[in-house]
């Protein structure tokens, strides 16, 4: 059998880094559609630069002011709506990690890009709900007279997870039938394929039992547990538009995200007092600076709560 060959293009070497993505580093598939149309931009612009197409040696030639260009033209947008500091960022990731891969596997070496600084981002802390509003969440989805019982189940289940196991939407809908009914554990797979370890509370169990016993689907031990109405596996963008309608039933305001859920789960666990290395295990977090976001919003809940308290305050 013989070897695939290298590519000799730009364009064949960025569909060749996408399916290394894919298939050695498994990266999500919102991963490589981001990371495909960052850089599907960014060698379109080179394109247009230089005034044809684009070879693969011309990328090992690329300066700072092309890439610094290439960011100002996507801040700036075609139609005068560009990409916010935190988008600009993630584009600039992209191209970096392509050029890395260029270098690595093609023989491609650019020593400018790595050159070249990002925007800065203003630092944001999570946006967590409060426990009362976390529990309406929950109760609210469960009890949805607009849904089959089954279906109102099932988005219970999955915000429970969110919730309860302070799992990401994409890897609450990674669970596979073999994984329910759930055990004292749950094993989850997580960016960068890091694996950890999530308690399952007796009443996330419970949620993802009574969908289960309410599911019309018939499913083998590997397809995905949480199915759409017609079947096929549950999107993210389906959880998306039942927080907004659930939100938008309890005038919660539009930071409640499902992603919220899973920052709640970590911001009542601190207020609580578990200690940050549990957190960042139980988050799957590979930087414990990453989980130190939740001190500065648990912070300002005490401080909030002392506002609200205090006589003199």
Not at 13 to 27: F, K, N, P, S, V
Not at 187 to 214: M, N
Not at 236 to 258: I, N, S, V, W
Request: aromatic share 6%.
């Amino acid at each position: 059998m013989s070897e695939t060959p290298a590519p000799s293009t730009a364009a064949a070497a960025l569909e060749a880094w996408i399916g290394y993505l894919a298939q050695e580093r498994r990266a999500s598939p919102r991963t490589l559609e981001s990371y495909h149309f960052g850089v599907a931009s960014y060698l379109a612009f080179l394109s247009r630069h230089q005034g044809g197409a684009l070879s693969l040696a011309a990328l090992g030639e690329v300066s700072p002011a092309d890439v610094r260009a290439f960011l100002a033209v996507r801040r700036q947008g075609s139609d005068g709506v560009g990409l916010a500091p935190r988008s600009l960022s993630q584009n600039l990731s992209a191209v970096r990690a392509f050029h890395r891969w260029l270098d690595r596997r093609l023989g491609v070496a650019n020593d400018a890009v790595p050159l070249v600084r990002g925007p800065k981002i203003k630092a944001s802390l999570p946006r967590p709900v409060s426990e009362d509003q976390a529990r309406g969440l929950l109760q609210e989805a469960g009890s949805d007279a607009a849904l089959e019982p089954w279906e109102a189940a099932r988005d219970a289940a999955v915000l429970t997870l969110l919730y309860g196991c302070g799992l990401r939407i994409s890897e609450a809908l990674s669970l596979t039938r073999s994984d329910a009914p759930l055990g004292e554990t749950l094993r989850i797979v997580g960016k960068g394929d890091k694996t950890r370890i999530a308690p399952v509370l007796p009443v996330v169990r419970r949620a993802v039992d009574e969908y289960v016993r309410l599911s019309p689907h018939a499913l083998s031990p590997d397809m995905p547990l949480f199915r759409a109405k017609r079947g096929g596996a549950l999107s993210p963008r389906h959880m998306q538009a039942t927080m907004a309608k659930l939100r938008g039933a309890l005038g919660l305001p539009e930071r409640a995200t499902p992603h919220a859920l899973r920052h709640s789960f970590a911001t009542h666990l601190l207020g609580a007092g578990a200690d940050l290395r549990s957190i960042q295990e139980l988050l799957g977090h590979a930087s414990l600076s990453t989980t130190q976001k939740y001190t500065a919003v648990d912070a300002e809940g005490l401080l909030a709560a002392y506002a609200k308290a205090h006589p003199r305050a």
